[in-house]
């Protein structure tokens, strides 16, 4: 029968490091977390869903009060769209550096991202002072408080991105671009983009419909 020798041929430090490089990159792609993450956006999607259909059922309920063409500036929630379409794009370029490698362009594009994700909350946190200094508070009518709701409900996602962005640009430039970054930059990636669908509906469905009542 037929023996190896423990040195012939076989170099325990490298199959080690070959089956460790192998286990993370499937770990990298195939990951029970983003299947989870996965689960958590179809719950959000639920959520925005039972939003979009109160505001349908009372976005008529104006109580005397101000209708959305009254209110409604679009040419400045148009510009608001385009940041957070943008911003989506600079996300895009981000993770095209994380497939190179590169470190300090993830960290730029995580930059401007969050950049503006905080121009669109200030000029939504803007269009919010306006009425209500008009005196289009949530309580004032049924369109309103939906408004608010749903709107509202919206930035305080994108405010919890860029948050998540903060804390991603200190991980990857402590800890670089390894599996377990990689696998979070990936599910914020969708987070990012998944806030950019529901803003679409938004501004479809509450504001240029709105406009058009």
């Known amino acids: 029968m037929a023996t190896i020798a423990p040195d012939a041929g076989f ?18 792609h195939a990951s029970p977390v983003l299947l989870g993450f996965w689960i958590y ?26 209708a959305p063409r009254d209110i409604f ?16 794009i600079t996300y895009g370029f981000g993770m095209l550096a994380m497939d190179k490698g590169k470190v300090k362009a993830v960290q730029g594009w995580l930059a401007l991202t969050a950049l503006l ?3 669109f909350v200030a ?10 200094g008009e005196g289009a508070t949530p309580q004032r009518s049924g369109f309103l408080s939906a408004f608010f709701t749903l709107v509202g409900t919206h930035g305080l996602h994108v405010t ?22 990689k696998r979070r930059l990936t599910c914020l990636s969708m987070f990012w ?4 669908v529901i803003w679409i509906g ?12």
Not at 11 to 28: P, S
Not at 193 to 196: G, K, V
Not at 203 to 213: A, E, I, N, P
């Open 11 to 28: 170099d325990r430090d490298t199959f080690h490091l070959i089956e460790k490089d192998a286990h993370d990159h499937g770990e990298a």
């Open 41 to 66: 956006l179809m719950s959000d999607a639920l959520i925005f869903a039972s939003l979009f259909a109160t505001y349908g059922v009372l976005s008529s309920s104006f109580a005397g009060g101000p």
């Open 73 to 88: 500036e679009l040419e400045l929630v148009a510009l608001n769209t385009a940041i957070l379409l943008v911003s989506s």
């Open 117 to 119: 994700g905080m121009s």
């Open 123 to 132: 000029i939504e946190l803007y269009e919010f002072g306006v009425l209500i």
């Open 160 to 181: 919890v991105g860029i948050v998540w962005i903060g804390i991603m640009l200190v991980q990857v430039g402590k800890h670089g671009l390894g599996v377990v970054n």
């Open 193 to 196: 983009h998944f806030l950019d």
């Open 202 to 213: 938004v501004f479809t469905f509450v504001y240029l419909m709105g406009m058009l009542r």
